[in-house]
């Protein structure tokens, strides 16, 4: 029964993933190259013996082969699937040259290869919008709701409560920033910022103290608190001070309560405070009042990061380096309601930053600030896709589908010979010289492509059997 139900929830997931961002990524090399002319000879998922195939109209075969890991789109005249090399046409009649992929000019071959991986793009953007439109966008703040005993946070002094504002000087937006934060760290030692939520009961009281924008000092019942100097607007234009402590008056009733600069304020009795004039005006219009004031102290911890052990309620126990915290269960998450249009914005800018922080973690690998353990393959998208579909949801499923897509659609934009964008590279070349590489180059250069990934196969296939033997001695 165990038996069964892993098959269910790690090989299907698995199948029907991978399965569909195949069929994306191969269908856009399939439809650009018709739109252009091209005759489209096979169309696979799956590489090995067919197990399913049906030829259409045009004399395209459709099918569905064996080993699912993968899938072609081949051309007319292409001498394999990677269209890397070309096949004895002299065969093809003079009709059939004329929609060959080899014979086609540069810019329709840079076309048709881009095509697949901007496919993959255009797919996780749909994703996204879906999501944002129809669920909302789920935002889990970067609130610090639980500390992992032994964690790296806990052991620095980090405490429930705590909003995380950076990591390693990059700004964090909500919860998920924190782990693609720790993922990118280049040094296991980084600076965490926090604002620490505390509040004060004080009263205001008479005080002599010179106004910032006066010369001679005067007497009045205030909390003793100056705000930093106002900004300005693009005009130079003064605008509503930001609710930040800039200094504190000797002898005040808020050095009494311990106020300090830099303090967020946040609450003044449970009233909202948006400007440095709103917490001025409640104060004049309550002036014998006791006053309850809330606000967020920004403090600065040294952290070292290190594997930590860490079983979610409802997933499989998982280890790897991390902060060593957990959202704040009262929060959970919130669904900001987006019309169509902020739907649309919030999945490119999602794609965007999947894109940038992927770029970030290969530069850092590239220029050896990372090592390569991280790099994983087949084995670990099964487990993710298996683990998620346990616990996470069909939500959450299709949330890393879309993040698969845009790694695959990056994946095959990389000038790698044998890959998209490999061929882009040559292409581009050809079209920009007017007139084709030699075929002794072209094959010492898809001879490195294919070294470079089968070095990188291996790498991952090892990485993800040394991560699967952790997880079950863990």
Known sequence: MDALLNVLYYVVPFIVLLGILVFVH???????????????????????????????????????????????????????????????ISALSEEEKKNAFSLQKPWKKLAIVAAGPLFNYLFAILVFIGLFYFVG???????????????????????????????????????????????????????????RPMSVKLRAEELTFTPQCQDKPITQKILGIQSLPAPKDENNNLLPA?????????????????????????????????????????????????????????????VTLHETSYEPENGAKVRRKMLGVTSAPELSFAEESLSFGEAVKAGVVETYDLTANTLRAVGQMITGKRGGKEVGGIIRIAEMS??????????????????????????????????????FVIFFIEMISGRELNIRVKDLIFKLGIFIILALMVLATWNDVVHLISRWFD
């Open 386 to 423: 298996g683990d998620i579909s346990k616990s996470g949801g069909l939500i959450s499923f299709l949330y890393f589908m879309a993040l698969l897509s845009v790694n695959l659609g990056l994946l095959n934009l990389l000038p790698i010979p044998v890959l998209d964008g490999g061929n």
């Open 137 to 195: 966008r789920m935002v889990f703040p970067p609130v610090v709701g639980g500390l992992i005993e032994d964690g790296a946070a806990a052991r620095a002094g980090i405490e429930v409560g705590d909003v995380i504002t950076k990591i390693a000087g990059n700004k964090v937006t909500d919860f998920q920033s924190i782990s693609n934060e720790v993922m990118l760290a280049e040094s296991d030692d980084v600076e965490v910022m926090v604002e």
């Open 242 to 302: 930001l609710p930040i402590v800039g200094s504190v008056y000797e002898g005040s009733a808020a050095q009494k309560a311990g106020l300090q600069k830099d303090d967020v304020l946040t609450r003044i009795n449970d009233v909202q405070i948006n400007t440095f004039d709103d917490l001025r005006n409640y104060v004049a219009t309550h002036n014998d009042e006791e006053f309850e004031l809330q606000f967020r102290r920004p403090m600065i911890y040294s």
């Open 26 to 88: 191969e269908f856009g090399h399939f439809i650009i190259a018709r739109m252009l002319g091209v005759t489209v000879t096979d169309f696979s998922i799956g590489f090995g013996k067919e197990l399913w195939a049906k030829r259409d109209k045009r004399g395209t075969r459709w099918k569905i082969s064996a080993i699912p890991l993968g899938g072609y789109c081949q051309f007319l005249g292409d001498g394999d699937a990677s269209s890397s090399t070309t096949s004895d």
